[in-house]
T-cell receptor, first 108, second 114 residues
C-alpha cells in the first residue's frame, strides 16, 4: 500500500534561512509526487508536482527514487511561506494519498 | 471560473443524527473526491466519483456514503453520527482522474458532533 511520511509536524526557521520540508514515500512502482499548501484561512492548493520540474514561489522538489524521497526546498524563507504543507502521492488509478503535513513557521 | 463550492460551511449535529454535505465542482470538472481532515490523522480519503460512478472508496465504515449527479455535483452522507466524526470534510474536483488532473479543493464543511 502507498504511504507518505512527513517526519516533522512543525518546522520553524528564520526569515532568509534555507528551508527543507521532508517527504518520504512507500510505493513499489513509479509514483507521481505533489506538494500541496494551505495558507491561513485559505483552501488547500497545489504548490508543485514533480512531473512538471518547475519552481513555484521559489520552491523546488526533486524526486529521489533511490531514497524514496520528495523533499521540498527553498533557499531563502519568507514570512509569507508560513503555512501547512502536505506531500501527496498518486499511483495512477488510485486516489491521492497525503502525508500528515508539516507546519512551516517563518520567524521574522 | 468559480472554485469548488461546499455547503454548508459549518454544521453542528448531535450523536445519532445524520448529515448531508454538498459539493459543486469547478465547471467542466467531472471527478469529485472527498477527504476527511483531522488534526491527528491529516487528510484521509473517503470517496472518488467520476461521471456518476464511484471509482474508489476509502477505509471508512458504511455509515459514510456518497453519490454524484449528472451535473457532476456530489453529496456525501454520514448516518448515525459519532463524536469521532467531527472533522473538516473537504471536497476536491479535477478534470479527470490520475496524476494529470490535479485536485482543486473547496473550503470544506466543518462538522461538529456533540
Amino acid at each position: 500500500a502507498q504511504r507518505v511520511t512527513q517526519p516533522e509536524k512543525l518546522l520553524s526557521v528564520f526569515k532568509g534561512a534555507p528551508v527543507e520540508l521532508k517527504c518520504n514515500y512507500s510505493y513499489s512502482g513509479s509514483p507521481e509526487l505533489f506538494w500541496y499548501v494551505q495558507y491561513s484561512r485559505q483552501r488547500l492548493q497545489l504548490l508543485l508536482r514533480h512531473i512538471s520540474r518547475e519552481s513555484i514561489k521559489g520552491f523546488t522538489a526533486d524526486l529521489n527514487k533511490g531514497e524514496t524521497s520528495f523533499h521540498l526546498k527553498k533557499p531563502f524563507a519568507q514570512e509569507e511561506d508560513s503555512a501547512m504543507y502536505y506531500c501527496a502521492l498518486n499511483s495512477g488509478n488510485t486516489p491521492l494519498v497525503f502525508g500528515k503535513g508539516t507546519r512551516l513557521s517563518v520567524i521574522a | 471560473k468559480a472554485g469548488v463550492t461546499q455547503t454548508p460551511r459549518y454544521l453542528i449535529k448531535t450523536r445519532g443524527q445524520q448529515v448531508t454535505l454538498s459539493c459543486s465542482p469547478i465547471s467542466g470538472h467531472r471527478s469529485v473526491s472527498w477527504y476527511q481532515q483531522t488534526p491527528g490523522q491529516g487528510l484521509q480519503f473517503l470517496f472518488e466519483y467520476f461521471s456518476e460512478t464511484q471509482r474508489n472508496k476509502g477505509n471508512f465504515p458504511g455509515r459514510f456514503s456518497g453519490r454524484q449527479f449528472s451535473n457532476s455535483r456530489s453529496e456525501m452522507n454520514v448516518s448515525t453520527l459519532e463524536l469521532g466524526d467531527s472533522a473538516l470534510y473537504l471536497c476536491a474536483s479535477s478534470v479527470g482522474t490520475g496524476y494529470n488532473s490535479p485536485l482543486h479543493f473547496g473550503n470544506g464543511t466543518r462538522l461538529t458532533v456533540t
